[in-house]
C-alpha cells in the first residue's frame, strides 16, 4: 500500500476556516471604534443595517418624509490568527434602542468588554444589565481619558455594582498593547466560566 | 476590489436586489467566513451583478459576512440573502462559525484564541 499521497481525515477538502469574535460595547463616543483600530489588521469596516419591523413604533418613519428605514451601524475589526483561524471584534451601535441589533452580535461570542469613561459612567449600566441578562462573560475596561477624573478601580466597581467575579481593568483604547490585554482577560475570563459551568475549579495557567 | 460602478445607486428600494426577498436560506452569522475559488468566481459571473460582486471580495482572501457587506456597501440583511442563496448554488464555500456547544471544543477555540492574542 502507498502510503505517499495519503491524506489523513479529509486534508483534501479545503481547509475550514473557523472564526471568532468578541464584542466590544459601551456608551456613545467612549472609544470603541478607537479600541479596535488600535489592534484590527484592517480600519476599523463599518456595516449597515436597515432597521424594519424591530423600529416600528420606535422610529415612527411617518413623521419623516420619504424616510422608510433607519439605518444602524456597527464597526469591526478583524485579527488573522493562522490560515484557519479568524477572530472578529464587533463594536455594538451606540444607542441602546437597538437591541434586536445586539442580540445577533452576540450571538456565538467568545465574550465582551464594556468600556466606561469616568465622565459618563453611567452609560454603561445599559451594557452591562444586557450582558448579565444574556449571561455573556464579559470584563469591564476603563478607558483613560487625560482630562477625565482618575478613581480607582474599586471605587468604579462600587459604582457600577459590578460583581467581584468579573474583571475590571484599567485600559488605553489607542494602544495597542493595552487593548491587546484587555482582550486576553476577556478570554482568560470566558475560560474561566466556561471551567466552572462544567464543575472545573482551576484556574486558567 | 473594483469600486462601486453600480448605475441603479442609492435609488434602488434596499431588497429589489434579493426580489423582494428579505429570509435567507440559512441564518449565517456575522462573522462566519466564506471564501470563492477562482472557478467559483468565475461562475459567479453569470450569477448577476451583486452576486459577482460578492464573489470578488471573497477570491483571494476569506471574508466574513459582515466585511461583505461592508466592501459592497450593501445592508446587511440584503447581503445575507444574496450570501445564503450563492451558498446553495455553490458559488460560496461557508465555513464554520465557533462552535458554539461542546466544552471540549470551546475550550479548545478559547486556548487558541488565546495563545493567537498573546502572540500578537
Known amino acids: 500500500m502507498d502510503f505517499a499521497n495519503y491524506d489523513p481525515a479529509g486534508a483534501n477538502r479545503s481547509r475550514e476556516i473557523i472564526s471568532a469574535k468578541i464584542v466590544i460595547a459601551g456608551g456613545f463616543g467612549v472609544g470603541k471604534t478607537t479600541l479596535v483600530g488600535a489592534i484590527s489588521e484592517i480600519q476599523p469596516l463599518t456595516t449597515e443595517a436597515l432597521m424594519t419591523a424591530a423600529g416600528v413604533g420606535i422610529d415612527d418613519p411617518s413623521k419623516v418624509p420619504g424616510k422608510e428605514t433607519t439605518t444602524v451601524a456597527m464597526d469591526f475589526g478583524r485579527i488573522t490568527m493562522a490560515e484557519d483561524l479568524i477572530l472578529y471584534l464587533f463594536g455594538t451601535p451606540g444607542q441602546t434602542r437597538f437591541w434586536f441589533m445586539w442580540d ?3 450571538r456565538g461570542a467568545v465574550g465582551a468588554a464594556v468600556l466606561v469613561d469616568t465622565r459618563r459612567i453611567t452609560d454603561a449600566f445599559a451594557p452591562l444589565d444586557y450582558f448579565e441578562n444574556r449571561n455573556l462573560p464579559y470584563v469591564v475596561a476603563l ?10 478601580l474599586e471605587e468604579v466597581r462600587e459604582a457600577l455594582a459590578i460583581s467581584p ?12 498593547e493595552s487593548v491587546k490585554q484587555v482582550l486576553v482577560t476577556v478570554v482568560e475570563h470566558a475560560m474561566l466560566r466556561l471551567q466552572a459551568e462544567h464543575g472545573f475549579a482551576a484556574p486558567v495557567g | 476590489m473594483e469600486p462601486r460602478r453600480d448605475p441603479r445607486g442609492a435609488l434602488v428600494r434596499p431588497y429589489a436586489v434579493t426580489r423582494g426577498r428579505t429570509e435567507p436560506l440559512q441564518n449565517i452569522a456575522l ?8 472557478t467559483q468566481s468565475a461562475e459567479a459571473r453569470f450569477a448577476g451583478h451583486d452576486k459577482y460582486r460578492i464573489a ?3 477570491e483571494g482572501r476569506a471574508q466574513s459576512l459582515a466585511e461583505i457587506a461592508a466592501y459592497t456597501r450593501m445592508p446587511l440583511g ?3 440573502v444574496l450570501v445564503a442563496d450563492m451558498v446553495a448554488e455553490g458559488l460560496l464555500t461557508l465555513h464554520t462559525a465557533a462552535p458554539a456547544t461542546g466544552f471540549a471544543a470551546r475550550m479548545n477555540l478559547l486556548g487558541r484564541v488565546l495563545s493567537g492574542l498573546r502572540e500578537l
Request: aromatic share 6%; net charge negative.
Open chain 1, 104 to 106: 445577533e452580535i452576540i
Open chain 1, 143 to 152: 478607558n483613560r481619558f487625560d482630562d477625565a477624573p482618575q478613581y480607582e
Open chain 1, 165 to 176: 467575579d468579573v474583571p475590571l481593568v484599567m485600559c488605553d483604547a489607542r494602544r495597542r
Open chain 2, 31 to 38: 462573522e462566519a467566513v466564506l471564501s470563492c475559488t477562482p
Open chain 2, 56 to 58: 470578488s471580495v471573497c
Open chain 2, 78 to 80: 440584503v447581503t445575507r
